[in-house]
Nanobody, 122 residues
Framework: QVQLAESGGGLVQPGGSLRLSCAAS????????MGWYRQAPGKQRELVAT???????NYVDSVKGRFTISRDNAKNTAYLQMNSPKPEDTAVYYC????????????????WGQGTLVTVSS
């Protein structure tokens, strides 16, 4: 069984910084894309950022220039560096990854973490 575990959420002041981590564990042959979504109270879940195996990134416009996604392939871990967060960034942040768990298959499972709450407030 494969799992994703997020960490690093909490309370941060506007203009501060916070780093989220997402660690994959279990039987892992390889990981394709990794990404972060978020869901604010009363709103739909939205894509925040994604990163490919070779480091290609994509961001939602509202976080461009403030958030940075990265990954450490040796550690099967992705990160989201949140700089200058705003109150509207308050949400539960979820990690997602495409994970291959069998050598004899080309199938990648889409695995989600449980989420970590980020609250931006003074």
């Amino acid at each position: 069984q494969v799992q994703l575990a997020e960490s690093g959420g909490g309370l941060v002041q506007p203009g501060g910084s916070l780093r989220l981590s997402c660690a994959a564990s279990g039987i892992i042959v390889s990981i394709s894309h990794m990404g972060w979504y978020r869901q604010a109270p009363g709103k739909q879940r939205e894509l925040v950022a994604t990163i490919t195996t070779d480091g290609g990134t994509n961001y939602v416009d509202s976080v461009k220039g403030r958030f940075t996604i990265s990954r450490d392939n040796a550690k099967n871990t992705a990160y989201l560096q949140m700089n200058s967060p705003k109150p509207e960034d308050t949400a539960v942040y979820y990690c997602v990854a495409g994970i291959k768990t069998r050598m004899d298959s080309d199938t990648y499972l889409e695995v989600w973490g449980q989420g970590t709450l980020v609250t931006v407030s003074s």
